[in-house]
């Protein structure tokens, strides 16, 4: 079974429903499915330096709108055991740099160590996960050469290819994230929940046992 999960790392909803599909694994830990991370960027025409959180989203959405957001999804990702401190992140960043290396680390099968460390670096310790230091220092924690990653950063290999991909996948109809597509076949838009998950791998599953058949 092949599930490709298409996020965003600054996404809350993208970290709350990685915890929710882990879940749904959990109950059904039969299944082993082979995933792999797309990636989408919340903010395609955010600058390289990205901007200021609260410049940035209160413009969007209006200041008393973003506290609101903010406080639900705190409440949200506890219930789950998730750590969100929105007050810990000081800008938006540009993610290309950030799926690049989720991209070098699928290449090495370290693709969900990568997608998680940078989850955590965003949400948890309000870290620039668009920042050169911050991507090696994941990338070392993770077990990937931090010196080939800065050389490849510094040069800006694949960033073309994370802005294709990015594109291509909003030609194939994705206009928002978490989007799980399972077996190319059956797909569960957002968050919903570790049960819906269940019954979207349980359908693909038998899906799956027909054809064989």
Not at 64 to 90: C, N, P, W, Y
Not at 150 to 168: A, N, P, T, V, Y
């Amino acid at each position: 079974m092949q599930v490709h999960i298409v996020a965003d790392i600054i996404c809350p909803w993208c970290y709350i429903g990685k915890r929710q599909f882990e879940q749904a694994l959990a109950k059904r830990p039969d299944f082993e499915p082979t995933v792999r991370w797309l990636p989408f960027q919340l903010n395609p025409d955010m600058p390289k330096e990205g901007m200021d959180r609260v410049e940035y989203l209160a413009g969007r959405f209006g200041a008393q709108a973003v506290q609101q957001m903010d406080d639900q999804m705190t409440r949200l990702a506890e219930s789950l055991g998730l750590e969100i401190h929105f007050d810990r992140i000081k800008r938006v960043p540009n993610t290309v740099a950030a799926h690049t290396l989720a991209r070098w680390a699928d290449e090495e099968g370290l693709q969900h160590q990568a997608v998680q460390a940078l989850f955590e670096a965003n949400f948890v310790k309000g870290e620039d996960v668009s920042d050169t230091d911050v991507l090696c220092r994941i990338a070392a924690d993770i077990g990937m050469d931090p010196d080939k990653v800065r050389e490849r950063l510094d040069q800006e290999l694949d960033r073309d290819k994370i802005i294709e991909e990015d594109q291509m996948i909003r030609g194939m109809g994705v206009q928002g994230v978490p989007c799980t597509i399972i077996d190319r076949k059956f797909v569960v838009s957002g968050a919903q929940g570790a049960d819906l998950f269940v019954q979207a791998l349980e359908r693909a599953k038998s899906d799956e046992a027909v054809v064989s058949q």
